[in-house]
């Protein structure tokens, strides 16, 4: 079993950067960042995957939000820059079972709300 804390949400400024963490109890194959905002479905934002580092991200935020893992903390960090007010939304990590599974472990998210 595998537990999720997400961290770092916060009131900012459109144009501003935030920086929100993952910690996990256990190791994961990889990391999934997801939001939803209010009246919406909750979407996909990030992956990053613990063996190779690599990163995928939504069209929505590619370019502007990074995501990296430091694994001696099995803690992963989604970094957003240029912040939006339609970045805002609850933020959740989520982790698969294994690798090509279904997201089965959920934390229980942060907020990040975007002013304009």
């Known amino acids: 079993q595998v537990q999720l804390v997400e961290s770092g949400g916060g009131l900012v400024q459109a144009g501003d950067s935030l920086s929100v963490s993952c910690a996990a109890s256990?190791?994961?194959?990889?990391m999934g960042w997801f939001r939803q905002a209010p009246g919406m479905e909750r979407e996909f934002v990030a992956t990053?995957?613990?063996?190779?580092?690599?990163?995928y991200y939504a069209d929505s935020v590619n370019g502007r939000f990074t995501v990296s893992g430091e694994n001696a903390k099995n803690t992963v960090y989604l970094q957003m820059n240029s912040l939006k007010p339609e970045d805002t939304a609850v933020y959740y990590c989520?982790?698969?079972?294994?690798?090509?599974?279904?997201?089965?472990?959920w934390g229980q998210g942060t907020q990040v709300t975007v002013s304009s």
């Open positions: 256990g190791r994961t194959y990889a």
């Open positions: 989520a982790a698969p079972l294994g690798p090509g599974q279904a997201y089965g472990y």
């Open positions: 990053f995957l613990w063996g190779s580092s690599n990163t």
